[in-house]
């Protein structure tokens, strides 16, 4: 059964209590919290005090997506906010590989993201350092976009690299999930798959959680 990670920036947020309530009741087993900085990415999403009130009410951990510039001014803060994985962006990342080793010294989980042009090939000498790869199915900066089919191929070739090396790092999805494109993903090798707006526009949302759970 994939992981499933809703995210948060789909979500109400003049009531954002009534969406985070419905995560923790849900068969979901992550927020995902997206933070953007209009430089990395077009657009801004919330910051800190936001963040710090969803952990104040979320009884799952937090799955943190930073689509900011450099990344490494943030670990602390968000460690300190009780995130349980972060991500950051190899595009992003001058220094990758000191970078996951920050995250790890403040006690989380590290993971790389990849935009849809970069190759996974880009990961043969760092994904041993990977707690999980999280592969943008759109491009990112906005919730709703279409799903990306490339991401597949690009799937394919990560669960091959993965188990070529032995290892056990887990493939995260974010961009376009949807009970079709989930499908797909997760026979092509998906550990995790984030749904923003597939989830959340809905008036079941907790219905379409359990649907992808089941996938
Ligand atoms: C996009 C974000 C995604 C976004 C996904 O930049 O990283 O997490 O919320 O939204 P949907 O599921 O609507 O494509
Ligand atoms: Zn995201």
Same mark, same amino acid.
């Given at each position: 059964?994939?992981?499933?990670?809703?995210?948060?920036?789909?979500?109400?947020?003049?009531?954002?209590?009534?969406?985070?309530?419905?995560?923790?009741?849900?068969?979901?087993?992550?927020?995902?919290?997206?933070?953007?900085?209009?430089?990395?990415?077009?657009?801004?999403?919330?910051?800190?005090?936001?963040?710090?009130?969803?952990?104040?009410?979320?009884? *799952?951990? &937090?799955?943190?997506?930073?689509? /900011?510039?450099?990344?490494?001014?943030?670990?602390?803060?968000? %460690?300190?906010?009780? +995130?349980?994985?972060?991500?950051?962006?190899?595009?992003?990342?001058?220094?990758?590989?000191?970078?996951?080793?920050?995250?790890?010294?403040?006690?989380?989980?590290?993971?790389?993201?990849?935009?849809?042009?970069?190759?996974?090939?880009?990961?043969?000498?760092?994904?041993?350092?990977?707690?999980?790869?999280?592969?943008?199915?759109?491009?990112?900066?906005?919730?709703?976009?279409?799903?990306?089919?490339?991401?597949?191929?690009?799937?394919?070739?990560?669960?091959?690299?993965?188990?070529? *090396?032995? &290892?056990?790092?887990?493939?995260? /999805?974010?961009?376009?999930?949807?009970?079709?494109?989930?499908? %797909?993903?997760?026979? +092509?090798?998906?550990?995790?798959?984030?749904?923003?707006?597939?989830?959340?526009?809905?008036?079941?949302?907790?219905?379409?959680?359990?649907?992808?759970?089941?996938?």
């Amino acid at each position: 059964m994939p992981i499933i990670a809703p995210s948060i920036l789909a979500a109400d947020f003049a009531n954002l209590q009534n969406d985070i309530e419905m995560v923790n009741k849900s068969q979901a087993d992550w927020f995902h919290i997206d933070v953007m900085d209009g430089v990395f990415v077009p657009n801004i999403s919330f910051g800190m005090p936001v963040i710090e009130s969803i952990k104040k009410h979320a009884q *799952k951990p &937090l799955d943190v997506h930073l689509m /900011i510039v450099q990344p490494e001014r943030y670990i602390e803060t968000m %460690a300190n906010i009780g +995130a349980h994985l972060i991500t950051v962006h190899q595009e992003a990342c001058t220094h990758l590989h000191r970078t996951l080793a920050q995250i790890k010294e403040a006690g989380c989980k590290a993971g790389v993201v990849l935009n849809p042009a970069t190759p996974v090939s880009i990961l043969e000498d760092i994904l041993l350092d990977c707690d999980m790869v999280l592969l943008m199915s759109v491009n990112p900066g906005y919730g709703g976009q279409k799903f990306i089919p490339q991401t597949l191929n690009k799937v394919k070739k990560l669960r091959q690299m993965i188990s070529e *090396k032995g &290892l056990n790092t887990l493939i995260e /999805i974010d961009g376009g999930v949807n009970m079709e494109t989930g499908k %797909a993903l997760v026979e +092509a090798g998906a550990d995790a798959l984030v749904a923003g707006s597939f989830v959340f526009s809905s008036p079941e949302p907790a219905e379409v959680i359990a649907n992808l759970k089941s996938l």
